[in-house]
């Protein structure tokens, strides 16, 4: 991958209420910005996205996170605030870590879900694909 990509790592944990799917940008081998949606179902079965989250890193710290459909910004002095940054750059590492062991010596692509899968060769063009060894 280049090195100045940006490159993206995404993981859905599903449950019987639906899903939360986490995505984490990462430039220069550093998680620069994350993405955490819940999503649910709506009367008809639709899934929806109920709750989203988006975290601004760098240099290995949160700056800027914005919650909720509203997009509300919470202080950045906050004890809460402090807790979050350790709880994703924790999170972060964890799934680059699983990430490379999965597939060391496939392409820069893979999607954790409950299962790991390699995105297709048609997916790896795009400007942000998955990470998948990049980072090392």
């Known amino acids: 991958a280049d090195a100045g990509a940006v490159l993206k790592l995404e993981i859905t944990d599903r449950d019987e209420d639906g899903d939360v799917v986490s995505e984490h940008y990462y430039a220069n081998a550093s998680l620069v910005f994350a993405y955490v949606a819940i999503k649910g179902f709506n009367d008809a ?16 710290k949160m700056f800027k996170w914005l919650s909720g459909m509203d997009k509300a910004e919470n202080p950045p002095a906050s004890a809460e605030f402090a807790a979050e940054s350790t709880t994703r750059l924790a999170a972060s590492a964890v799934y680059v870590k699983a990430a490379r062991q999965a597939t060391p010596s496939r392409p820069p692509s893979i999607a954790l ?23 090392g």
Do not use: W
Not at 48 to 59: C, K, N
Not at 125 to 133: K, R
């Open 45 to 60: 079965g639709k899934q929806v996205t109920r709750s989203e989250e988006r975290q601004y890193f760098r240099g290995d």
């Open 113 to 135: 879900s409950n299962r790991t899968e390699v995105t297709s060769p048609a997916a790896m063009a795009h400007p942000l694909v998955s990470i998948m060894g990049a980072c």
